[in-house]
């Protein structure tokens, strides 16, 4: 990829935040580029939000440098960074018209009425909203106060263009369009966007990168097809999609990978971690990559058990599989030509070797 | 739904015959009274004419006028000065830390009024505290005249009324939304200027609020410039006081007191103009 040898635009680097005794970043590490959509992703509470008013200057860290083009710039004021940022609720000035906040920024620059004027404009339609420069922001949708809100940071042109869950309170319907425009007005604009969302679906449709994180760090920093095919951990593998979680022992140990030990059935699976005999592991499969016969198949990864549960829901049928040991598997099939298995049959499941992934079971830790 | 609007109203009617009996006649008493000539000892009667109007429009009483609007205005202004950014930064403390300083407003509020005002009288008077301090600092030979002159009675009505611009300034400032100061900051905006393009505009209901309640009472206050103000210190509050209590000239205090309340109308009445949205108004 073309992106490690760019030089990054903006570097964290061993971020630690501390509000009263409460750790909300614990050494949180990353380099934006050029031009990247990049998204924050994880749980609330996980502190993405801080690491967002890090960037912007409204937080100071406890600990870490933040780094714009190879510069400090961790003790800057927020008035100082070539940062802007669209704020969850949107934060539009309620005193001033639509017109006034777009070109509020570039009031505080002095730039002359003549500018101001040709910019708000070009902002107006850049997010749809010409002919809305004389209305109240209490005079408008939300989907409107978004659009304000996005034109008034982008008309300052900055490096990087923070946005703290833009979409959250817009209904779905609005939010997939707005996605979409965003995703353009990105693209079109060529401006680096760092974005928040705890919705794993948002991130994975419009994100070059997402950085997973949880309670104060990253668990995995990739592009979408990284994190959604080859997540490192159970957390990844489960917040990124739908996942199954199989829970086994290391029964071999070879060199492209393990066989592994669950409940009695021998699995094969491949893996690039460290894996010592007699490990405990955790077999990450999606649901949607599963197949369902009514007899064995000759597959070496398969397992047997009893149909507990098949839902039809258009498209696809969501199946509930439990094996003997008593994990529970859940599988989605297309419907279309599909062989009917009946609840309550004993069903095979397989999949090819390649689409299941070893992950590092971080999940109790948390609990 | 009817019924308990109807009762809602029915709830009001108390407060209705209240006003119309307190408020309403005597009002109606008053501004008759201002109408009719000087009686016998402390009475009233006719022939009607509007002679104490006429005599009200005449230098003495129109300069009394004008110092009372200049210093119930200068008063207001530095109750603005002073209140707002001591309401702003309580606005800004910790819960925990906000009660305790509005507990510091509050509490010389539920002292007498009379004996706040005896304190100062102490502290201005020649062998106060605060001329032997600046006399010791060498500041001064002799004791500086504090007590009897308008600066005093200044001070003395700034203290009585900064509660009244403190506590609506606060309110406004407590509902602020502070992520809006972020996004001015963030949009390139200092903190001054941020302060004043969305703090100021945005906390414009509590300090116009703030400036009428501290305007309106500073006309009409008379025991402050009776204690603390010189013997030319004659506000309109002044000038009611004496006409109604020393003189006895019933009708004529009456009259002074229509144009106090006038005034008082007419300050309500820009306010009102002026907008803002029918929660933020205070009345």
């Given amino acids: ?367 | 739904m009817k019924r308990p609007v109807h009762r809602r109203e029915a709830m009001a009617i108390p407060m209705a015959v209240y006003a119309a009996l307190f408020v309403g006649v005597s009002l109606m008493y008053i501004i008759g009274l201002s109408f009719l000539t000087r009686g016998e000892g402390f009475t009233a009667s006719p022939p009607v004419s509007p002679h104490n109007y006429e005599r009200i429009a005449s230098p003495i009483y129109l300069r009394s006028l004008l110092l009372s609007l200049r210093l119930a205005g200068l008063t207001a202004l530095f109750c603005l000065l002073i209140g707002y950014p001591f309401a702003y930064f309580m606005a800004k403390a910790r819960p925990k830390a906000r009660t305790w300083i509005l507990l510091l407003v509050i509490v010389p509020f539920w002292t007498n009024a009379l004996i706040r005002i005896y304190g100062w009288k102490i502290l201005f008077s020649a062998s106060g505290p605060i001329n032997q301090a600046i006399l010791a600092l060498g500041l001064v030979e002799r004791p500086l005249k504090l007590l009897y002159t308008d600066f005093a009675v200044l001070v003395g009505m700034v203290y009585a009324m900064i509660p009244f611009m403190v506590l609506p300034v606060y309110s406004a400032a407590e509902r602020l939304d502070w992520s809006v100061v972020e996004a001015a900051r963030d949009l390139g905006a200092n903190p001054i200027k941020a302060f004043f393009t969305v703090v100021v505009p945005m906390t414009m209901p509590g300090i116009l609020a703030g400036l009428v309640l501290t305007f309106i009472p500073s006309i009409g206050l008379f025991f402050l410039s009776d204690l603390l103000g010189g013997s030319n210190t004659m506000l309109w509050g002044n000038m009611v006081h004496n006409e109604l209590l020393k003189s006895r000239d019933l009708p004529f205090a009456a009259a002074l007191s229509v144009v106090l309340l006038a005034l008082t109308g007419l300050v309500i009445l820009l306010y009102r103009k002026r907008g803002g949205s029918a929660e933020t108004m205070v009345f």
């Fill in chain 1, 1 to 367: 990829m073309p992106v490690a040898e760019r030089q990054a635009l903006l570097s964290l680097r061993d971020l630690h935040k501390v509000f009263d005794t409460q750790e909300a970043l614990s050494g949180v590490s990353l380099d934006v580029y050029e031009g990247e959509f990049l998204t924050l992703l994880g749980p609330s509470g996980c502190g993405k939000t801080t690491t967002l008013r890090i960037i912007a200057g409204l937080e100071m860290p406890s600990r870490g440098v933040v780094l714009l083009n190879g510069e400090d710039i961790t003790s800057l004021p927020p008035e100082k960074r070539q940062v802007n940022t669209v704020f969850q609720n949107y934060a539009l000035f309620p005193h001033m018209n639509v017109e006034k906040n777009i070109a509020y920024g570039l009031r505080m620059r002095g730039a002359s009425r003549q500018e101001m004027k040709e910019a708000t404009e070009k902002m107006l339609q850049l997010v749809q909203l010409e002919g809305y420069g004389k209305r109240q922001p209490s005079q408008l949708s939300g989907g409107q106060r978004q659009r304000v809100a996005i034109a008034r940071s982008l008309v300052l042109s900055p490096r990087i263009l923070l946005l703290d869950e833009p979409l959250g309170a817009l209904d779905l319907q609005l939010r997939r369009q707005m996605q979409q425009e965003l995703k353009r007005m990105q693209q079109s604009l060529g401006i680096t966007f760092i974005y928040i969302t705890h919705d794993q679906e948002e991130a994975l449709g419009m994100s070059d990168r997402i950085a997973l994180m949880r309670d104060g760090r990253f668990v995995q920093v990739g592009s979408p097809e990284a994190l959604y095919e080859k997540p490192e951990t159970a957390f990844a593998a489960s917040f990124i999609g739908e996942t199954n979680l199989l829970h086994g022992r290391a029964a071999a140990v070879r060199d492209d990978g393990v066989l592994m030990d669950v409940g009695g059935i021998t699995l094969p699976a491949d893996s690039d971690l460290w894996i010592s005999l007699g490990d405990p592991l955790c077999l990450s499969i999606r649901a949607e990559r599963l197949y369902m016969s009514a007899a064995p198949v000759k597959e070496p990864c398969q397992v047997s058990g009893i149909l507990t549960e098949s839902r039809y829901a258009g498209g696809e049928r969501v199946c509930v599989i439990r094996l003997p040991d008593g994990q529970v598997l859940k599988s989605r099939h297309p419907t279309e030509g599909e062989v009917p298995c009946v609840v309550g049959d004993k069903v095979c499941l397989w999949w090819h070797q390649a689409s299941a992934v070893i992950v590092r079971d971080d999940l109790e830790a948390a609990s």
